[in-house]
């Protein structure tokens, strides 16, 4: 199975802020990778598909980049509405997510 | 829109059957998948179908357990869950997507809480 670990788990920022969090994949996942955003009591929405493509809708300070092992997903200017937990996922073996990183006002 | 129903109260070892009702897409042209998150976790995926039908793929949490299922002429996906345990304790989506194609439209997810 392949294991997929998260950084930080907790990032605590500020609006206007620029953001990185890292997923680290436990084998070579090509660019099989995703972003997804979640807020409490809420499913899931894709942000990034495919390691950097952008999903219809998703504002563009918001983007990926990575392959093989380790992605980023960065988001340019921190928004009120970007406060939440953020998941990768990987596509390429059946598929996994990682452990998710709460994004959270300072 | 996909729209999840079945959840609810289960003893474990019992058994469940979980429905999702699909519109505005040509569901017949989709992977469909099943994934669940329990409380304060993070998600995991556990099983997805193909177009047609004709494979299906589970995680290990539920090979054996759990049958995934869909109906292209009623626009349904199931999952037909036995053997239930209190660890299978968790909010179930289904989603649009699986294989090499992320999840991309999920449903609003319905709970499923086995406890005797």
């Known amino acids: 199975d392949i294991q997929l670990t998260q950084s930080p788990s907790t990032l605590s920022a500020s609006v206007g802020d620029r953001v990185t969090i890292t997923c680290r994949a436990s084998?070579?996942?090509?660019?099989?990778l995703a972003w997804y955003q979640q807020k409490p009591g809420k499913a899931p929405k894709l942000l990034i598909y495919?390691?950097?493509g952008l999903q219809s809708g998703v504002p563009s300070r918001f983007s990926g980049s990575g392959s093989g092992t380790e992605f980023t997903l960065t988001i340019s200017s921190l928004q009120p509405d970007d406060f939440a937990t953020y998941y990768c996922?990987?596509?390429?073996?059946?598929?996994?997510f990682g452990q998710g990183t709460k994004l959270e006002i300072k | 829109q996909l729209v999840e129903s079945g959840g609810g109260l289960v003893k474990p070892g019992g058994s469940l059957r979980l429905s999702c009702a699909a519109s505005?897409?040509?569901?017949?042209?989709?992977?469909m998948s099943w994934i669940r998150q329990a409380p304060g976790r993070e998600l995991e995926c556990l099983s997805y179908?193909?177009?047609?039908?004709?494979?299906?793929y589970y995680g290990d949490s539920v090979r054996g357990r759990f049958t995934i299922s869909r109906d292209n002429a009623k626009n349904s996906l199931f999952l037909q869950m036995n053997a239930l345990r209190a660890d299978d304790t968790a909010v179930y989506y289904c989603?649009?997507?699986?294989?090499?194609?992320?999840?991309?439209?999920w449903g609003q997810g319905t709970l499923v809480t086995v406890s005797s």
């Open positions: 179908i193909s177009f047609r039908g004709d494979a299906k």
């Open positions: 495919k390691s950097f």
């Open positions: 996922q990987q596509y390429d073996s059946f598929s996994s």
């Open positions: 989603a649009r997507g699986g294989s090499h194609s992320a999840f991309d439209f």
């Open positions: 084998q070579n996942i090509n660019s099989w």
């Open positions: 505005g897409f040509m569901f017949s042209d989709f992977y």
